[in-house]
């Protein structure tokens, strides 16, 4: 029985640790070379991403289906421990359960068909094997944090979830716009972040551990809370901040349209599918930290419907197909998430994962788009209507004037953002930096600094 | 004597012998590279005798950690004692920080460009590693003074050698020049009346501010940091980063005041905080410096005072990543110097007003820059996540702040970092701009420096254990227990 017991254990932890050591095994047999000068052919790249995301898709189907038969029970992987020092033990744990199994998954399907897109797609575009290097670092981040037992663990997925989706969106290194536009993400998710980590300190302070099953007692979805109440709004609070930036929410949205300039398919598994969500997913994880702090519930359902109306509105404005669809995902995101505020666990899983399939496909289907119009038109015999809404109708004119206004400006939120929080920051800083150079020259007996400050500031 | 008995002694003194002979090679070798640069002129690059020289350094300071990790683990006193110091003092914290400074040293010769390739700088960097390995060996207070005023002149030379640095060079002198008074003056008084003894006088009081104020000058503290990007902005990288990346003024701390925590509390508790604020300030900064130079000597503003801020917290898991970070923080900066310097090489001063479209140029650069930028900031997978994770871990329980500051410090670090990759290597790239792809003996330390950030990060568990055996010696109370000494010393 206990032989039994632990061969079944053992079986889904193989299952689990390939779903991780696939996707990082291809990471490395990429970069390495690359970074020694010898990246490998087209063909080899797209093979080796093919192989490895392959290997974790199959092994998550086995997962899913080992896991369905038995009822998903939760199965703790302990790999072993990073460091320990005094009482401090950093160690390395990966849990499966009704949670973490569907979503890897999905996850990794979706990489594999985005992989195999990508391999046409990008054909013989100047750095192609950069972008296959990394979608394996985006494949292995996801698939770790998804599978996390720990918020330590999840944190390392988080993190490199951003930097590729970063390195992603200014892939086209060439175009200024593209450049602007990955800088804004990772400003947006780094701030954000700062949530994250600050709450994988609350909690370890609290409970003396970031290990799920010594934060929350039973299994997905009727976990329970073990953090104190006094603790768990904090955390809680710090948690919706650190979604709030990679799910794309009011007021840290702007940069999702923008995020666009990346290469198409990275664009549908990053802003369509899995990127946009892993926010959500975080706060799935740490549900019972939400059920134990309903503030931050009913935080997190302002902010979503909040998000999603604003979407909507701006989103209907948009004139290029790829901003609608980045709008279109913003709006299914706060829904989302403002489920999750509403304390339900299952509708949120399947609404994530039925938004990601449709959505990633529009995306993927996007560069099309002309083509699939003029064969609808063949079809029906002339253009397709317009299909406004008929809502809009039913508003008064002024009304419609005035939302189309605040549409053009994307609900002026870039606008605030920048003159209420970025541009006092940066011109605080900008002023220390300049104090910190003029005192050096002052000191070193040259007036060179200080003239050129004041010639500058004179032409400003 | 029983022979069973006699051969763990005869052992340990093979050990200790072995460890001296290493300490000695790693201290002394880069000056038979000057001897060898000096010797060859103009008819031998300079690279040559001061690479070779410089890898025996960091073969024989291997030698020593090696030893110290697989033997004993005492300390090893040689030489005149005073103030509870030794002319030769070799334990933990020498066996990490000796390979440091001569692995940094050896990637700053092997990328230096090659017009920075001659003998004056060769001679200078040599000699300030030479010197640097043997203040670094030492808790002698005389020596301490002597070696902390000596290890000041190659950079103080260099900035004033290069075009344009007279102005910064004035600034490091003074700034220096009142640190080492401050540092001399308040070692005599401790040395005359230790703080930590039982009746301590004010003198010996006097004496721990005055050393820590100097400390505080050196690692470009707030409120007397302003120095610090100065040099890095003025000066060759060469000396900015082989000045500034061993961390002269941090083993001081050690010795003098982390070593005798019981005595200068009050001390320590001015340098954590001073050094927490200025962790923060310095990654703020970087956030919107206007060159690269300014980008690199903002990080490492930041990066130096976190080590700081973690050596005074007096918990060993503190000590554990300020140590971590002194070591992570040395190779990922030494790594972004070295590329910028690299790139500046090819294409001139690097601004960061506006993307220069550099990827084209260099890609590879890009990737090693990116890597080290990584690895500065607490990515996981490399030894600052440990490092950061450390810090936080450890001052949890006492000062909850001490891990939100460093929160903020990585947070604005990340964002200093990917702007100045966008910057640098992002926009159009000049239709004529120079093609040079990266070099081997660029490519040669540069993955060096990468491997042991990620190794270390991947596969911490011995690193982070020698780690603690050298925060517990010097925290704990062992520190009391007398050293062990070899036949031949003076006490």
Avoid at chain 2, 113 to 137: C, D, E, H, I, Y
Wanted: aromatic share 8%.
């Amino acid at each position: 029985m206990i032989s039994a017991l632990a061969s079944r254990h053992d079986l889904a932890a193989g299952l689990i640790v390939t779903q991780i050591a696939a996707p990082a095994a291809t990471l490395l047999g990429l970069g390495l070379p690359a970074l020694v000068g010898r990246a490998p052919s087209e063909q080899a790249t797209t093979r080796a991403v093919a192989a490895g995301f392959g290997l974790a898709f199959v092994a998550a189907l086995v997962s899913l289906a080992v896991g369905a038969a038995r009822g998903f029970p939760v199965e703790v992987v302990h790999l072993g421990t990073l460091f320990s020092v005094g009482h401090h033990t950093a160690t390395i744990e990966l849990v499966a359960d009704g949670l973490s199994i569907p979503y890897v998954c999905f996850s990794t399907g979706l990489c594999s068909l985005v992989n195999a897109f990508a391999g046409r797609y990008l054909h013989r575009e100047p750095g192609f094997t950069r972008f296959f290097i990394l979608l394996a670092l985006f494949g292995f981040g996801m698939n770790l944090l998804v599978l996390a037992g720990s918020i330590d663990v999840l944190f390392a997925g988080w993190e490199c979830v951003g930097i590729s989706s970063t390195l992603l969106i200014g892939f086209f290194h060439e175009r200024r716009t593209a450049v602007a536009a990955a800088l804004r993400a990772f400003i947006t998710y780094r701030i954000c972040d700062m949530g994250l980590l600050a709450a994988g300190v609350v909690i370890h302070h609290a409970v003396g551990s970031g290990d799920f099953g010594r934060v929350f007692a039973g299994a997905w979805p009727a976990a329970t809370c073990l953090v104190p109440a006094a603790t768990a709004v904090p955390a809680a609070l710090l948690l919706v901040f650190a979604a709030l930036g990679k799910s794309a929410q009011v007021p840290f949205s702007g940069w999702l349209p923008r995020a666009m300039e990346g290469p198409t398919p990275s664009s549908a598994i990053f802003y369509g599918a899995l990127s946009i969500h892993a926010g959500a997913y975080l706060l799935l994880r740490c549900g019972p930290l939400l059920d134990a702090a309903p503030a931050a519930g009913w935080l997190l359902v302002a902010i979503g419907l909040g998000t999603a109306i604003h979407a909507a509105v701006v989103g209907s404005v948009q004139t290029d197909l790829k901003g609608m669809l980045a709008y279109a995902s913003m709006t299914q995101a706060g829904l989302i998430l403002a489920e999750i505020g509403l304390g339900w666990r299952v509708v949120p899983l399947v609404h994530v994962i039925s938004h990601a399939i449709l959505r990633s496909l529009q995306i993927l289907r996007s560069p099309s788009a002309l083509h699939d119009r003029h064969e609808l038109s063949a079809a029906l015999g002339g253009p397709p209507g317009q299909g406004e809404s008929p809502l809009v109708r039913l508003l008064p004119a002024g009304l419609q004037a005035t939302l189309y206004r605040i549409a053009l400006d994307r609900g002026f939120e870039d606008a605030w953002v920048g003159r209420f929080l970025v541009a006092p920051v940066v011109a605080s800083l900008e002023a220390a930096a300049e104090f910190e150079r003029r005192l050096v020259a002052r000191l070193g007996g040259s007036q060179d600094v200080a003239n050129e400050w004041h010639r500058d500031r004179g032409a400003a | 004597m029983n022979p069973l008995a006699a051969e763990p002694i005869l052992d340990a003194l093979t050990s200790h012998r072995l460890l001296a002979a290493a300490a000695a090679v790693a201290t002394f070798a880069p000056l038979a590279g000057i001897a060898g640069a000096q010797l060859a002129g103009a008819r031998l690059n300079p690279r040559l005798p001061a690479g070779w020289s410089l890898a025996t350094s960091l073969a024989a300071a291997l030698t020593l950690a090696w030893t110290w990790r697989s033997g004993p683990g005492h300390e090893v006193l040689l030489g005149p004692r005073l103030a509870g110091g030794s002319l030769v003092h070799l334990d933990g914290l020498t066996a990490i920080l000796l390979p440091l400074v001569a692995i940094v040293a050896l990637a700053i010769t092997l990328v230096a460009p090659r017009r920075a390739a001659t003998v004056g700088g060769a001679t200078r960097l040599l000699a300030g590693a030479s010197l640097t390995a043997a203040f670094m060996t030492t808790s002698h207070p005389a020596a301490l003074v002597l070696l902390w005023v000596a290890s000041l002149v190659p950079t103080w030379l260099s900035t004033r050698a290069t075009p344009g640095g007279r102005p910064t060079a004035r600034v490091y002198a003074l700034m220096m020049g009142a640190g080492s008074v401050l540092f001399a003056v308040g070692v005599g008084l401790m040395a005359v009346d230790p703080p930590w003894a039982d009746h301590a006088g004010p003198a010996g009081a006097a004496g721990g501010w005055m050393v820590t104020v100097a400390v505080m000058i050196r690692k470009g503290i707030v409120p007397f940091h302003s120095w610090y990007p100065a040099v890095f902005t003025a000066a060759p990288m060469s000396a900015a980063l082989a000045a500034t990346m061993p961390q002269v003024a941090s083993y001081a701390a050690v010795r003098l005041l982390v070593g005798h925590a019981d005595g200068v509390r009050a001390e320590l508790v001015v340098l954590s905080q001073a050094a927490l604020i200025t962790a923060a300030y310095g990654a703020a900064l970087a956030v919107v410096q206007r060159d690269v130079r300014g980008l690199v000597g903002t990080l490492a503003l930041s990066q130096s005072a976190m080590v700081l801020a973690g050596l005074s917290g007096g918990l060993p898991m503190e000590l554990c990543g300020a140590l971590a970070v002194w070591v992570s923080s040395g190779l990922s900066l030494t790594g972004i110097g070295l590329v910028a310097w690299a790139l500046e090489s090819r294409a001139g001063a690097l601004a960061l007003d506006s993307p220069q479209g550099r990827f084209t140029d260099a890609p590879t650069l890009a990737a090693f820059f990116l890597l080290f930028g990584l690895a500065s900031l607490g990515f996981p997978g490399t030894l600052s996540f440990v490092a950061d994770d450390l810090i936080v871990a450890g001052s949890l329980g006492d000062q909850p702040h001490v891990g939100l500051l460093v929160i903020v410090a990585t947070v604005f670090s990340g964002i200093a970092v990917v702007r100045g990759w966008f910057r640098i290597f992002g926009g159009p790239s000049t239709p004529d701009a120079p093609r040079h792809q990266i070099l081997r003996r660029e490519r040669l330390p540069l993955s060096l420096l990468l491997a042991v950030l990620f190794g270390l990060g991947l596969w911490p568990g011995p690193f982070v254990q020698s780690l603690e055996q050298v925060a517990t010696s010097l925290l704990g109370p062992s520190r009391n227990a007398p050293a062990h000494s070899v036949p031949g010393d003076h006490p």
